[in-house]
């Protein structure tokens, strides 16, 4: 079985949620629904009891005391620091590079709210199930709304087994019009953001589809240096890294695209309205 490693995107530039979020206190490190902060939420749905490798969390320097404050002492964690933010495809690619080849990676997010951690829990074994035969998952959040500000996935055939299907298109935010139409035929899922793959097979595609960034960031963390439980990629080298997303970068140009689907009370909270 392959170790399944939570990989935590933390970081932000603290402006959808203003004046509540801000630039030194983005709205992962705070507590806007429980207790919690949305980075603590994120670390506690992925425990070591429940079949997950320690964390590793990457985020910018401006926020890492934060992140090291709300993530305590977890043995085998690991905190990248990006020295400049270069988008999703080269953050994930950094913790590629830092992880085992047969590592299977759960990139998740640090600013959403999940009610349903049992859902999440559920979806995570199908979607690293699928990993492990060399998919690269999405999860598919259920859409119970029209949402015009979500990225779209449209479902497949089924895959047989772990309950996933082929990814048959990524589409891009739909006016209303087509929102709604989404909705009526029932095989569309809005696009969270939350993936899982091995790190061979996304070093792979991201090699074959964007060669600069996976060069690139594969130089920068060979110049890299440890700090404790903190690695930093070399700055230099990183700030050279072409800025992309993941989707742009690798998802939508897979011919391994796949999806779990997952009705997990999910919600981005990405303006006052969702929270």
Same mark, same amino acid.
């Given at each position: 079985m392959s170790i399944l490693v939570p990989v935590? #995107?933390?970081g932000g530039s603290g402006t959808r949620l203003w004046p509540r979020s801000r630039a030194a206190m983005p709205k992962p490190f705070l507590p806007l629904v429980g207790d919690s902060t949305l980075f603590e939420a994120a670390l506690a749905r992925c425990p070591g009891s429940g079949g997950f490798a320690a964390p590793v969390v990457v985020t910018g320097h401006k926020h890492l005391a934060h992140v090291e404050a709300q993530l305590g002492a977890v043995e085998g964690a690991q905190v990248i620091v990006e020295p400049s933010a270069r988008n999703t495809a080269a953050a994930i690619a950094l913790a590629a590079c830092r992880l085992p080849e047969d590592a299977v990676m759960l990139v998740c997010p640090s600013d959403h709210h999940i009610g349903n951690t049992e859902a999440f829990a559920v979806a995570a074994a199908a979607a690293a199930g699928l990993a492990q035969q060399g998919w690269l &998952?999405?999860?598919?959040?259920? %859409?119970?709304?029209p949402e015009t500000g979500f990225g779209y996935l449209k479902r497949g055939e089924a895959i047989p087994e772990h309950g996933g299907f082929r990814t048959a298109q990524f589409v891009e935010k739909p006016d209303l019009e087509r929102a709604k139409a989404f #909705?009526?035929?029932?095989?569309?899922?809005?696009?969270?953001?939350?993936? %899982?793959?091995? &790190?061979?097979?996304? #070093?792979?595609? #991201?090699? %074959?589809?964007?060669?600069? &960034?996976? @060069?690139?960031?594969?130089?920068?963390?060979?110049?890299? @240096?440890e700090d404790g439980q903190r690695f930093h990629p070399d700055a230099a080298t990183f700030a050279e890294v072409p800025s992309v997303s993941v989707d742009y970068a690798v998802m939508e140009n897979t011919t391994r695209a796949a999806m779990v689907p997952a009705d997990m009370d999910w919600s981005d909270i990405g303006n006052w309205q969702a929270l």
């Open positions: 935590i #995107l933390c &998952v999405s999860f598919g959040i259920e %859409a119970t709304a #909705l009526a035929e029932g095989i569309y899922a809005w696009n969270g953001g939350i993936f %899982a793959f091995r &790190v061979k097979d996304f #070093l792979a595609e #991201l090699t %074959a589809h964007r060669p600069d &960034v996976a @060069a690139s960031v594969a130089e920068a963390v060979a110049k890299g @240096a």
